[in-house]
């Protein structure tokens, strides 16, 4: 199965998920998805949710200028960011409980 | 980090903004700013190489924020042009999917040479009216001649060469003009055609009674003393009535013959119109004999004046010879007998 096809369903929720505890930058969230496990995430796949989640009102960004090179534009997580994560963690975990139950024919 | 060894991403991030060049200038720099931060890093990361175009990445950017996919480069006419290729290449797969689509638009495919030489045409009959100032339907003089075969064969160099999208854009343009003359010249020529029948239609009537071509506008019946019937119901082998001419049409009145002009000595001073019979169940019909007529005010004239009562017509004959009885066949033929009978002669009024 094509983990990317799989991956746009829940890329919201995934990068909501690492800028939850800290904010983080364009290419920062892309990192912390890759060493989470996502490695077949696309960089203008995240930069574009990102952009999304912003003008959604889940996002707040600010830009932080770098001495020794560009600046850099931070996310941070809002509070109807936190209502929108929970909620599809919720989402989530029922979903891939079901899915478990169904691929390994565990009755439940 | 080191940027100086990604010297390339200002680069980089211009081409993807310009990929992005569709969409409003805020929404852009909203989407792209830190670009280059991000890209230099990414790239370190990568060593130093971008993992896919500008263009794709572009693509990706817009995909994931929910933004509408990127408008087809180029000028207006080619974005138009392209939109139009691509639906019409939508259609035709999906028509190739079926099997009999397949063969009709094989067919339709063998059909443009045959196209190309219309189309040839079409240009023809517009240029001889523009620059000859005449339409020459089918060419017939030298100069049309080799104009028309010119235009043809243009059309087919034109329709045999692979063009590019501006000029296919015109060829389109021209092909619409094309098929819009096409219809031109067909309703043209269907124009004539009614024109044609119509004329004939006039010169050999196809409705009403006729004698050796002469129009009989009205019937003298005579009983078998010879003398005039007052009315009379006609109909013929089927039941249907029998009428003269155009029921409800128009004629003479009362004729005058000058006995001095030889070619036309007659002249119609009052004009009338002929008048249906009433059956006792009160319909009117055209088939009693001989017909009224009915003062009108000019000649032509389908309306009789008001109150204008219907006068009986002019009877050729006051009396014709009583009939003989009938006699058994003596082997002659019909006609002939009928020549000897001649010399009885009706009276004439």
């Not at chain 2, 517009?126 to 000859?132: E, V």
């Not at chain 2, 409705?207 to 007052?230: H, K, M, R, S, V």
């Not at chain 2, 006051?318 to 019909?334: F, L, Q, R, Y």
């Amino acid at each position: 199965m094509d983990a990317t096809q799989l991956l746009k369903g829940v890329l919201d929720v995934a990068v909501l998920a690492v800028v939850e505890t800290e904010d983080g930058y364009g290419y920062d969230v892309v990192r912390r998805l890759r060493t989470a496990g996502l490695s077949e995430v696309g960089d203008a796949s995240v930069y574009g949710t990102l952009r999304r989640l912003y003008s959604a009102g889940a996002l707040t960004s600010y830009v932080v200028p770098s001495e020794e090179g560009p600046h850099r534009k931070y996310y941070g997580i809002t509070d109807q960011g936190r209502g929108k994560l929970e909620a599809q963690r919720e989402q989530w975990c029922e979903f891939s409980a079901t899915m478990d139950r169904l691929l390994t024919g565990v009755a439940a | 980090m080191n940027t100086s060894i990604l010297p390339d991403t200002t680069a980089y991030a211009a081409a993807v903004r310009a990929e992005l060049a569709d969409l409003p200038a805020d929404e852009v720099e909203d989407l792209t700013d830190g670009l280059e931060a991000d890209l230099a890093e990414a790239w370190a990361d990568s060593d130093g190489k971008p993992l896919v175009d500008a263009q794709e990445y572009a693509q990706e950017l817009r995909t994931a924020a929910g933004l509408p996919p990127a408008r087809p480069r180029g000028s207006t006419l080619h974005q138009w042009y392209e939109r139009g290729r691509m639906k019409v290449e939508s259609w035709r797969s999906a028509i190739r999917r079926n099997p009999a689509g397949a063969t009709t638009l094989d067919f339709i495919a063998s059909l443009q040479p045959a196209w190309w030489v219309a189309r040839g045409l079409a240009a023809y009959w517009p240029i001889t009216a523009i620059f000859i100032g005449f339409v020459t339907p089918i060419p017939t003089g030298l100069l049309t001649l080799v104009l028309a075969a010119a235009l043809v064969i243009g059309s087919i160099w034109v329709g045999k060469r692979n063009w590019g999208p501006a000029m296919k854009f015109l060829i389109l343009a021209g092909n619409v003009f094309a098929i819009f003359v096409l219809i031109l010249a067909l309703d043209y020529v269907k124009y004539n055609n009614r024109i044609y029948e119509q004329y004939v239609d006039d010169e050999i009537p196809m409705y009403g009674l006729a004698l050796n071509g002469n129009e009989i506008t009205n019937i003298f019946a005579y009983d078998e003393n010879g003398a005039l019937i007052p009315q009379v119901q006609l109909f013929d082998q089927d039941g249907k009535a029998i009428t003269t001419s155009d029921p409800g049409g128009n004629g003479c009145l009362t004729w005058v013959v000058d006995p001095s002009n030889a070619n036309f000595n007659e002249s119609c001073p009052t004009a009338g119109v002929w008048m249906p019979s009433k059956l006792e169940t009160g319909a009117f019909v055209w088939n009693i004999f001989p017909m009224k007529m009915a003062e009108t005010e000019y000649e032509g004239d389908t309306e009789p004046l008001v109150g204008a009562e219907p006068v009986d017509a002019a009877a050729p004959f006051v009396k014709v010879p009583a009939i003989g009885g009938v006699e058994k066949s003596d082997g002659t033929k019909p006609d002939e007998k009928a020549n000897k009978d001649e010399t009885k002669e009706p009276q004439k009024p």
